[in-house]
């Protein structure tokens, strides 16, 4: 039974021991980075390009609020929903009923100025003779009282006689004031009646008006695309004219007003091309240009965006008015040029992070790679596996990015090498599988 025992004592000591040894080889293979697998990419030539995203909404280039600019009930409609109109069609009209009364009391009122001023010119004409008729009594009773002066001093006539002879003057010369006065008065109407005449004539006129935007014309060749009223509805334009149509000038040119943000509208210019999809076609792209980077500023909830309008064709009408656009503004394109995986910038293996911990120099911000990086020139570091296996930095130039891939400008990295993207180490809850399928392969 001892012997037994002891015998088994010594085989729990060397399973032990074994056991032991295995764990120690482990660890020791681990600081090596035996058991280190990465992914890796290849750096190929190709395109980069460099753009703005936003979304946007699409509209007609010119769009016109046909209004109304009286009041009334709609009688007719002659336009509806996508109807071609051409400039000065009829679509619509107000009941002219109203207006056409006032337009006749505007000419009887016109008629009634005209026949006051010329009884006013009547009255001016015997105005006139009355005057003259006074200036001929004046000089014949002044005749008379120089007649009948010198006989009066020969005594030939009595005092009363050339008293009378000298109150039919003065009379006479009292009349002739009168007539004066009588014919400053008829001028004076005529003046008054001339301005009736002019003040009915404009009445007239702006009843006339009234009359002709009773019919509403459309003012442009174009499609209706919006109707906002129906026969029988009341439209008051007191306050502000009614919108009765919204007409779209062409629709085979449209523009997408996009909302682009601060920090990135500084990029655009005009003239830059665009590219946009909307989810009616989700497989198709549409192209257009930056036609103008309006100056007015958008602000909702404190974030400010400005209005950034990209002009496109639209022959075969499939865009809409209203639809919402996924808009990306090219600001750099690249051709042929070395390119990497963003990936492999934000890689650092397990030692560097170490170091890094152990205060070590921290991951440069440049090296945090942003999809709308634009700044060229700027340093950056990625990792490949020397021959014994281990991860070796390399330090590069970096050109644009287009949020997936950058552009390598300078560096000792040539195409067809291979870099680092993604480490996984054999710990516990992580994979010890080979390579993934559709994915970089693994290396040791």
Same mark, same amino acid.
């Given at each position: 039974?001892?012997?037994?025992?002891?015998?088994?004592?010594?085989?729990?000591?060397?399973?032990?021991?074994?056991?032991?040894?295995?764990?120690?080889?482990?660890?020791?293979?681990?600081?090596?980075?035996?058991?280190?697998?990465?992914?890796?990419?290849?750096?190929?030539?190709?395109?980069?390009?460099?753009?703005?995203?936003?979304?946007?909404?699409?509209?007609?280039?010119?769009?016109?609020?046909?209004?109304?600019?009286?009041?009334?009930?709609?009688?007719?409609?002659?336009?509806?929903?996508?109807?071609?109109?051409?400039?000065?069609?009829?679509?619509?009209?107000?009941?002219?009923?109203?207006?056409?009364? !006032?337009? /006749?009391?505007?000419? &009887?009122? %016109?008629?009634?100025?005209? #026949?006051? *001023?010329?009884? @006013?010119?009547? =009255? +001016?004409?015997?105005?006139?003779?009355?005057?003259?008729?006074?200036?001929?009594?004046?000089?014949?009773?002044?005749?008379?009282?120089?007649?009948?002066?010198?006989?009066?001093?020969?005594?030939?006539?009595?005092?009363?006689?050339?008293?009378?002879?000298?109150?039919?003057?003065?009379?006479?010369?009292?009349?002739?004031?009168?007539?004066?006065?009588?014919?400053?008065?008829?001028?004076? !109407?005529? /003046?008054?009646?001339? &301005?009736? %005449?002019?003040?009915?004539? #404009?009445? *007239?006129?702006? @009843?006339?008006? =009234? +009359?002709?935007?009773?019919?509403?014309?459309?003012?442009?060749?174009?499609?209706?695309?919006?109707?906002?009223?129906?026969?029988?509805?009341?439209?008051?334009?007191?306050?502000?004219?009614?919108?009765?149509?919204?007409?779209?000038?062409?629709?085979?040119?449209?523009?997408?007003?996009?909302?682009?943000?601060?920090?990135?509208?500084?990029?655009?210019?005009?003239?830059?091309?665009?590219?946009?999809?909307?989810?009616?076609?989700?497989?198709?792209?549409?192209?257009?240009?930056?036609?103008?980077?309006?100056?007015?500023?958008?602000?909702?909830?404190?974030?400010?965006?400005?209005?950034?309008?990209?002009?496109?064709?639209?022959?075969?009408?499939?865009?809409?008015?209203?639809?919402?656009?996924?808009?990306?503004?090219?600001?750099?394109?690249?051709?042929?040029?070395?390119?990497?995986?963003?990936?492999?910038?934000?890689?650092?293996?397990?030692?560097?992070?170490?170091?890094?911990?152990?205060?070590?120099?921290?991951?440069?911000?440049?090296?945090?790679?942003?999809?709308?990086?634009?700044?060229?020139?700027?340093?950056?570091?990625?990792?490949?596996?020397?021959?014994?296996?281990?991860?070796?930095?390399?330090?590069?130039?970096?050109?644009?990015?287009?949020?997936?891939?950058?552009?390598?400008?300078?560096?000792?990295?040539?195409?067809?090498?291979?870099?680092?993207?993604?480490?996984?180490?054999?710990?516990?809850?992580?994979?010890?599988?080979?390579?993934?399928?559709?994915?970089?392969?693994?290396?040791?």
């Amino acid at each position: 039974m001892a012997n037994k025992r002891k015998k088994y004592l010594i085989g729990m000591v060397i399973i032990i021991l074994i056991l032991a040894g295995g764990i120690l080889l482990r660890q020791l293979s681990g600081q090596n980075g035996s058991n280190q697998k990465f992914r890796l990419a290849k750096v190929e030539r190709g395109e980069v390009s460099l753009a703005v995203t936003a979304t946007g909404t699409i509209n007609p280039v010119i769009n016109v609020l046909v209004g109304s600019q009286v009041s009334g009930t709609i009688k007719a409609l002659y336009a509806d929903f996508n109807s071609q109109v051409k400039e000065g069609q009829v679509i619509a009209q107000i009941d002219p009923a109203i207006f056409e009364a !006032q337009v /006749e009391q505007g000419r &009887a009122s %016109v008629l009634n100025a005209r #026949a006051n *001023l010329l009884n @006013a010119q009547a =009255n +001016l004409e015997n105005a006139k003779a009355n005057l003259t008729k006074a200036d001929v009594a004046v000089l014949d009773a002044k005749r008379t009282l120089d007649r009948n002066q010198p006989l009066l001093e020969k005594k030939i006539i009595a005092q009363a006689t050339l008293d009378t002879a000298q109150t039919n003057y003065d009379t006479a010369v009292a009349q002739t004031d009168v007539a004066k006065a009588q014919v400053e008065s008829a001028k004076s !109407q005529i /003046e008054s009646f001339k &301005a009736q %005449v002019e003040q009915t004539k #404009a009445a *007239l006129r702006v @009843a006339e008006t =009234n +009359l002709r935007y009773a019919t509403i014309r459309s003012p442009v060749n174009g499609t209706v695309i919006s109707r906002n009223v129906d026969v029988g509805q009341t439209v008051a334009a007191s306050l502000q004219a009614p919108t009765l149509f919204t007409i779209a000038k062409n629709l085979a040119e449209m523009q997408v007003d996009s909302n682009v943000s601060e920090a990135d509208v500084g990029r655009i210019a005009a003239g830059q091309d665009a590219t946009f999809t909307v989810d009616a076609y989700p497989e198709r792209i549409f192209h257009g240009k930056v036609s103008e980077i309006r100056n007015a500023p958008i602000i909702v909830q404190n974030v400010v965006t400005y209005d950034v309008v990209i002009l496109v064709g639209n022959k075969d009408l499939k865009l809409k008015p209203g639809m919402t656009a996924n808009v990306s503004v090219m600001i750099a394109h690249r051709e042929g040029v070395l390119k990497i995986p963003n990936a492999a910038l934000r890689f650092r293996p397990e030692s560097a992070k170490k170091e890094s911990g152990k205060g070590g120099p921290p991951q440069k911000p440049s090296e945090r790679v942003k999809p709308a990086e634009g700044d060229q020139g700027r340093p950056g570091k990625v990792w490949v596996l020397s021959p014994e296996g281990k991860p070796t930095p390399v330090s590069i130039t970096l050109g644009i990015t287009d949020g997936t891939s950058s552009e390598v400008m300078g560096g000792n990295l040539q195409e067809g090498a291979e870099v680092i993207i993604e480490g996984n180490s054999n710990k516990k809850g992580q994979s010890q599988s080979g390579s993934v399928p559709f994915m970089p392969r693994m290396r040791k």
